[in-house]
């Protein structure tokens, strides 16, 4: 007790002894224009290294009282939300009275010229492809996304949306296709932090399809300052090899000094979708499938002849026990569409002091999907908070949490509504013949009877069930921790470091009703349930020092970065079958388990980067190597470690002499750069021989088997790459212009899964290196800022655009012919690389028409003479042995010998498009602006697949209004073949379906109004914008489709094929957005 | 100038051990498996990998039984052969010769992943006496010779049905080994089998401590016995009739008449050599074999050619293989595989019960030695006919039932044809009827003449002309190499012959 009574004590006279040191205090008092200032913060801050030491608030009448010891150089530092910051040296004052000007006359600090790179070099020294966008300018389009945001903004980032279902991904090339691993995403970086993208070993893709994964996707826009995109070699030396596909640099928004600004904002949208193919009705169907029957019952001489009293359902039969509900005129369509009604709120904070910065924002969005069923929503939350101990030392942290789950149907419901029968009733009718709320389950003998069990495809599934009933969710949550700091010890020297840390968890969920299927009760899909769960963790960590140093008139800058990353997944499925519905249908529950699993891995890399930039003659001449060692747990130990160097020049041409009197030039810059990448293989530990247990016994005996070859041989994909550009900048940087010209040329291809023959015993090899291929080609854009305008002008005119070519080549065949496979069968397209060709090409059959007349079948050889068999008659033309009549197809036979198989086959086109690129413009009148923006992809070809669904007439879907024009009779003038049931090949792989798919489209159309300020003042606020906008209003085409923009194939051998998902909707838009 | 070297070497050694732990740290090994570092270390794992090469056996069934039987002259497609899967296609593309190189049984896969298996203990499986004390020289050298056996196995049926096919004897762990390899004669293949045979026959087992294992795993017995079988078809008659003597030194015997059925049910007979092994009862290990034979109106049955064979006994005679016993004349189903005694219509036939579908495949029972040697008596000398037929009728016929010798064929292509008719009647479903029509179609008087009267009967009338014009080419009577297999070779694989009009296309 004694004791803590004298420390007591003590603890009160300690304060008293400190006060015994001071030797010179400092007063006074701090106001503005209009009186003191209560609660402005003064404190002391030593000179040498800005760091602070003794602070204050002043009190309620504007006071202060500083002490000071003696030794040390100080100034005193007054500061207050909203006010300009001043700074006073100490020179033994013994009162300072200070006025704070006010924030608001301030204009936003625009930081021109010195954009820096990760290395902290200053872009104008920099040899390397970058391009920039601030996303400010576009927070007001009507999308969710950030890949929506930048489409067709930036110049070779080829940006495509497959899907207008809400929360669909869009794929990205940067300078196109480059490698045959079907790894061609660019690598994203957050902040400095690289997002790992590897999907889990051993995930399992029945559940869950590449297109769940988007690292842009479950981020907000609004959250984001700006992106940057590096094109070429100096991306991958700063990043590694996965950084081959191009970086996109996303800096999100940090905290700005000043005084707190709340801003929130609110958007309301709807769409309407294009117009769409229009179907048969029910009596037209009826008609169509009652041809194709009769068709081909009469080409095999009536021996099938049952075949036309076998469906009731299409015929007039009042007998029949369903006759009333196959005899309606259905639109499905009708039925699963609407017309939605979405929103989207915004919260932010943003402010900061002398010390403090912070930015918090709040974001909710709930997408509603034209299609029954489909929806999206997102949550993000994100802070960020910087402090700054002094000049020389910095600390910033950010926290951001995003939570998206994205909801659909099992099947997709419009190809199903598309397929069904037209003539049925969608609900059970009663006994007056008006439809219930029950659904009608197809009866099994139906002419859409039970389909293929293989492809787990039933032509029967009720399409309204299928939307309304069957769930097919997909969740992702998101929390990243990153810290950054910053140092810098002495003048020139930069060290800076960064850690962070990503948690993902992902759920994707299935139920397959049986009332979507009218599976019966002992099937496997019978209320089938599947549920994926992932998690995974990255932690990655950074640490990169800058020298920068000038000697007379040069100038060097040396860095060098060392990073560390380690990141493990787990993940685990189940499917089950027979649950009583949605919520029970956890596996725990009940059901019978279809099929579970598991999977675990772990990958570690190491990366070491230095560069060095010397600048020569006032940064005339600029030289710039940069070199990268990296390692990485998926390389085996022969392949682990590569060197990847770059070397840049870059020639500031503003800067000579004779340029310098030209006043209207501000930047005339020449670029070279040169680089090589080695990127290894990816997946974990690929490389490794394994072995492990067989799921099977000799009698009791277990059993071990090798699984895989160890890799020994496997080498690095070499990347070579090689830039130039030019940069002009005129009008004090106001116009400017850049244009680059690249070659890409990837050699020793890294090929996934290879097979091999099986007398190794092994039916695939992990990674072989094979083939090379080329991407070359140019881009430009030019930029127009601030055009009109200038202080005190009424007018405002910005403007960009951007044009690309990319070219690709295959310049060596990979050695293994598994890529030349030919199919001769409907729908289906010969699967070729060709040397000189791009990947991605189509090869088909060259279609010509329809056989008018018997005589038109008969085979003839390249003189135009009948081709006679042995016993003389004349040869039919066959196709898999069949013999073509008339009314069939006709395929040009380039070989003449009467039968159409894979010599026929022809080159007919590719999907990369010749041209891509957009434009937008910004036109601002006092508080009124208006802002467009065009997307253009020129030349590509695809596989109009939704065509071929509803022209083909050979199974039993509903069909387009086009084949009511279908070859009846000869002299019918028409190339749409007759309709035949059964086995037909009038719709092989062809020129028939493959389109042109060329289009200019104007995603935006935005006006946005700014209220008068002298009224918003009044109302004690800071801003009021309202903004209306439309997104996707126009698209010019040739193409038959509903949308020209089909999504890029995820694999080098997948085909561009436009499959009627849901169409991109024509979105409008209303928003405000309040700031105080 | 000593300093200048410490300067400059201290930091090349320190980034050297850095990026040696670097190194270390990347090396991330996978979990719930073992790599190529880790494995090889115990007598378990060498034996687990034995057994997958036996596992490996059983997924080549199908092709085994497929190549001996479709071909063949003992069953025909049953009333449950749909012919409308994918598999039934193929089966019945076989049996009518339109045999292309797409064809799922010319897809010889699964025999080779249990050579690489056999071969990865041949190579590797050594290593493991350096880590492992209990693993002895002795065992090693069964093991090794178990695997010799398998490896010979999955070639001699390779040769049968391919002739020519890549000879692969090394593990492919690394990739550093060429996966593509080029065909190697069949004749020189099984040159190169027999050495490795008759080299490892001492070193295997006789026997198994546990019984199943002294029929299921290779024993001495069965090195003689491939040995005698791969001799006969290379046409080494001394050597075959050398082997089939060794094996009379073994506990083998033919039971009685009574007790035929016993070598299917409950199966690893006296007779029996070796077979391939299946419990379904304890360990849920069926064999399809049964559902070939009876599932619905049974997918193989009794051809007429067979019937006809039972039906032109002696009324005096009798044929526990027969009609009635070893098939039901009824519907003709293998009776063999289905039952369990010899007489079917004793209250409707006695069934396997349903817990015992898994009658073992036989690769070898002693009642193929007698005719081995028999043929190879007779292939050698003319002179031999009598005595061969006197040990058939000793032995194999005696059994059967028949009480009366076998008239004595007067020349060497007439008792050959007889001893193919008495082997179809033994060994109908055991996949072998194929393989003896086409060895004999080289014996002079057989000829190819022979083999056309088996096969031509399956091919649709209309095809007979060119069928028959076709198998004078005898690269005609071998399969094609998959067509998968020609691609992923790229140019190494040359395809057979006869099947380059369907393989010049890709």
């Not at chain 1, 300009?84 to 930081?111: P, W």
Request: overall charge negative; proline content about 3%; glycine content about 8%.
């Amino acid at each position: 007790m004694k004791i803590i009574k004298i420390l007591l004590l003590l603890s009160c006279l300690l304060p008293i002894a400190l006060f015994g040191q001071v030797q010179k205090v400092v007063s006074g008092v701090v106001s503005d224009e209009t009186g003191t200032l209560p609660g402005a913060s003064v404190y002391l801050q030593s000179v040498e290294d800005k760091r602070a030491w003794d602070g204050i608030a002043t009190n309620i009448n504007g006071e202060y009282l500083l002490s000071i010891k003696d030794s040390k150089e100080y100034e005193i530092v007054f500061s207050f939300i909203g006010y300009r910051t001043q700074t006073i040296l100490y020179k033994g004052q013994k009162e300072i009275n200070v006025t704070l000007v006010s924030d608001s006359q301030i204009e936003d600090i625009v930081i021109l010229g010195t954009q820096r790179d990760g290395m902290g070099m200053d872009t104008k020294l920099t040899s390397s492809a970058i391009e920039k966008i601030s996303l400010d300018g576009l927070k007001d389009m009507a999308v969710t996304s950030v890949e929506g945001m930048v489409q067709g903004k930036l110049a070779n980032v080829d940006i495509v949306a497959g899907s207008g279902a809400p929360g669909s991904k869009m794929s990205i090339r940067i300078r196109g296709t480059a490698s045959l691993t079907g790894d061609n995403d660019p690598l994203i970086v957050i902040d400095g932090v690289p997002q790992s993208v590897a999907i889990e070993d051993g995930f399992n893709f029945a559940t869950a399809n590449e297109d769940d994964f988007g690292t842009l996707l479950n981020m907000s826009p609004t959250d984001i300052e700006s992106i940057t995109v590096l094109k070429d070699a100096a991306a991958t030396a700063m990043w590694g090899e996965k950084a081959s596909n191009g970086v996109l640099v996303v800096t999100k928004k940090k905290g700005a000094k000043g005084a707190p600004t709340f801003q929130i904002k609110q958007v309301v949208k709807t769409g309407i979708e294009p117009p769409r193919v229009p179907m048969l009705n029910g009596q037209e169907y009826v008609t169509l499938m009652q041809d194709a029957i009769w068709n081909s019952v009469r080409d095999d001489q009536f021996s099938s002849i049952s075949q036309l009293s076998q469906y009731k359902d299409i015929l007039y039969d009042p007998a029949y026990v369903y006759f009333d509900e196959f005899n309606q005129d259905v639109d499905w369509l009708d039925y699963i569409r609407r017309t939605p009604l979405s929103s989207e709120t915004n919260f932010s904070m943003n402010g900061g002091g002398e010390k403090v910065t912070y930015h918090f924002s709040a974001n909710y969005l709930n997408e509603v999907g034209t299609t029954v069923g489909e929806d999206y929503s997102r949550i993000n939350a994100y802070m960020n908070l910087g402090y700054r101990f002094s000049d020389k030392f910095n600390i910033s942290s950010s926290f951001s949490y995003s939570d998206g789950d994205r909801n659909g149907s099992v099947q997709n419901a419009r190809s199903l509504a598309q397929n069904k029968m037209p003539n049925m009733t969608p609900y059970i009718l009663d006994e007056y013949g008006n439809m219930t709320e029950e659904y009608f389950v197809q009866p099994v003998s139906t002419i859409q009877g039970p389909g293929n069990d293989k492809t787990n495809y039933y032509p029967r599934n009720h399409p309204i069930a299928m939307a309304e009933l069957s769930s097919s969710r997909y969740a992702e949550r998101n929390s990243s921790m990153n810290f950054n700091f910053t140092y810098r010890p002495i003048l020139g020297l930069n060290i800076n470091g960064t850690a962070a840390l990503t948690l993902k968890n992902t759920l994707k969920k299935g139920y397959l009703p049986s009332a979507a299927t009218g599976a019966s009760w002992d099937h496997k899909n019978y209320n089938k349930s599947e549920e994926h769960k992932g998690y995974s963790m990255d932690l990655y960590t950074s640490l990169n020092a800058s020298y920068y140093r000038k000697v007379s008139r040069h100038s060097f800058t040396v860095s060098v970065k060392g990073e560390v990353s380690q990141a493990s997944n787990a993940s685990q499925w189940v499917t089950t079958s027979g649950n009583n519905g949605l919520e029970l249908s956890d596996p725990t529950v009940g059901g019978v388990i279809r099929d579970m699993g598991g999977s675990l891995g772990e990958s570690r890399s190491i990366g070491v980067v230095g560069s060095v930039n010397l600048n020569f003659y006032d940064e005339k001449y600029n030289l710039e190597v940069t070199a990268r060692t990296g390692g990485s747990s998926n390389s085996g130990r022969n392949s682990r470690w590569g060197i990847n160097p770059v070397f840049g020049l870059n020639y500031n041409m503003q800067n000579e002499n004779f340029l310098k009197d030209v006043e209207w030039l501000d930047r005339l810059i020449v670029r070279g750069s040169w680089g090589y990448t080695p990127k290894g293989a990816s997946g974990n530990n690929t490389y490794g021989g394994i072995y492990s247990a067989l799921n099977e016994q000799y009698y009791d005996m277990g059993a071990l088997i090798p699984q895989s070859i160890q890799l020994n041989n496997v080498d690095f994909e070499k990347i070579y790459q090689t830039n130039a550009s030019i940069e002009l900048g005129v009008l004090d940087n106001k116009l400017t212009f850049s244009a680059t010209y690249y070659i890409k040329t990837t050699k020793d291809l890294l090929q996934k899964d290879m097979s091999i023959p099986s007398s190794s015993g092994f039916s695939s090899i992990a990674w072989i290196n094979d083939g090379s291929i080329q991407n070359k080609g140019w881009e430009a854009y030019i930029t127009g800022n601030n055009l009109l305008g200038s202080r005190g002008k009424d007018w405002n005119l910005g403007f960009n655009v951007n044009v690309s070519r990319n070219k690709n080549i295959v310049l060596d065949l990979p050695t293994n012919l598994e890529y030349q496979k030919a199919e001769v069968n409907n729908g289906k397209y010969a699967n070729k690389i060709v040397e000189g060709r791009p990947l991605g090409a189509f090869y088909g059959f060259d279609y010509v028409g329809v056989y008018q007349n018997h005589d038109e079948t008969v085979a003839t050889d390249i003189n135009g003479n009948v081709i006679k068999d042995i016993n003389g008659d004349n040869v039919i033309t066959t196709i898999n042995g069949h013999m073509q009549r008339p009314g069939d197809a006709k395929y040009r036979d380039l070989n003449y010998d009467g039968i159409i198989d894979q010599y026929d086959i022809i080159y007919l086109g590719n999907s990369m498009p010749i041209l891509n690129g957009g434009a937008s413009i910004s036109v601002s009148w006092k508080s009124l602006t208006f802002t467009s923006a065009l997307h253009f992809r020129i030349g590509q070809s695809v596989i109009n697949q939704a065509r071929y669904n509803t022209e083909s007439m050979s199974g039993q879907s509903n069909q387009s209004t086009a084949v009511l024009s279908r070859w009846r009779y000869e002299g019918d003038p028409t190339d749409m073949p007759r309709a035949l049931w059964g086995t037909n090949f009038n719709s092989l792989g062809s020129n028939r379906f493959v389109e042109k798919a060329s289009f200019v489209k104007v995603k935006d159309l935005t006006l946005a109004y700014r209220l008068p300020s002298t009224f918003v003042k009044k109302l004690a606020m800071k801003d009021i914008r309202l903004v209306l906008t439309c997104y996707n209003p126009f698209t010019m085409t040739n193409y038959t489709g509903q949308d020209p923009e089909v999504s890029l194939p995820n694999g080098f051998n997948n085909l561009a094929m436009d499959n009627s998902l849901t169409p991109n909707p024509r979105t409008f838009a209303g928003s405000v957005t309040i700031s105080f | 100038m000593k300093l200048m070297l410490k300067i400059k070497i201290i930091p090349l050694v320190l980034l050297s051990m850095l990026l040696g732990s670097c190194n270390d740290w990347l090396d991330v090994e996978p979990v719930g498996v073992q790599t190529n570092k880790t494995f090889w270390q115990t007598k378990e794992e060498v034996e687990g990998v034995l057994m997958a090469s036996y596992i490996q056996l059983r997924k080549s069934q199908d092709n085994m039984l497929m190549w001996g039987e479709l071909r063949g002259d003992g069953l025909k497609f049953g009333p449950g052969f749909k012919n409308q899967s994918a598999e039934e296609i193929d089966r019945s593309n076989i049996r009518e010769l339109e045999i292309l190189p797409t064809n799922r049984y010319s897809d010889y896969a699964e025999l080779y992943k249990g050579i690489s298996y056999a071969n990865h203990v041949i190579k590797l499986g050594p290593g493991a006496m350096d880590y492992d004390v209990t693993f002895t020289e002795p065992l090693m050298n069964s093991y090794l010779a178990e695997a010799v056996f398998l490896r010979s196995l999955y070639y001699f049926y390779l040769v049968r049905a391919f002739r020519d096919v890549p000879y692969v004897k090394e593990p492919y762990d690394t990739d550093e080994l060429d996966y593509r390899v080029a065909k190697t004669s069949g004749d020189s293949i099984l040159k190169d089998v027999l050495v490795d045979l008759k080299k490892y026959s001492t070193k295997c087992k006789p026997g198994y401590e546990v019984a199943w294992q002294t029929k299921g795993r290779a024993t001495s017995w069965a090195f003689y016995a491939l040995i005698a079988d791969i001799s006969l078809w290379v046409g080494d008659y001394d050597t075959a009739i050398e082997y089939c003597t060794k094996l009379e030194s073994g506990s083998f015997e033919l039971g009685e008449m009574e007790d035929w059925m016993e070598v299917y049910y409950p199966g690893n007979s006296k007779e029996s050599i070796f077979e391939l092994q299946y419990d379904h009862k304890d360990l849920d290990q069926r064999n399809k074999l049964m559902e070939l034979a009876q599932s619905g109106d049974g997918i193989l049955i009794i051809s007429e050619h067979l019937n006809d064979l039972f039906l032109a006994i002696d009324l005096t005679d009798l044929d526990v293989r027969g009609y009635d016993w070893g098939y039901s004349n009824v519907d003709k189903k293998m009776w063999k595989y289905i039952g369990t005694k010899t007489n079917v219509m004793e209250n409707g036939g006695f069934r396997r019960p349903s817990d015992e579908s898994s009658p073992n495949f036989i690769f070898y029972r002693y009642a193929e030695i007698f005719f081995i040697k028999a043929e190879a008596l007779i292939m050698k000398s003319e002179a031999n006919i009598d005595q061969a037929f006197t040990l058939l009728d000793e032995t194999i016929r005696k059994r059967a039932g028949y009480r009366k010798p076998i008239a004595r064929p007067s020349n060497q292509a007439d008792a050959i044809r007889l001893i193919v008719d008495e082997r179809l009647k033994e060994f109908y479903g055991e996949g072998k009827s194929w393989f003896d029509i086409l060895r004999v179609s080289r014996v002079d008087g057989v000829g190819v003449s022979y083999l056309k009267d088996c096969l031509l009967p399956h091919v649709p009338t209309n095809k007979r002309q060119i069928k028959n014009n076709d198998l004078n080419d005898v690269d005609s009577h071998y399969l094609p190499l998959h067509e998968k297999e020609i691609r992923a070779a790229n140019g190494v694989l040359i395809q057979n012959p006869f099947y380059k009009k369907y393989t010049d296309n890709i």
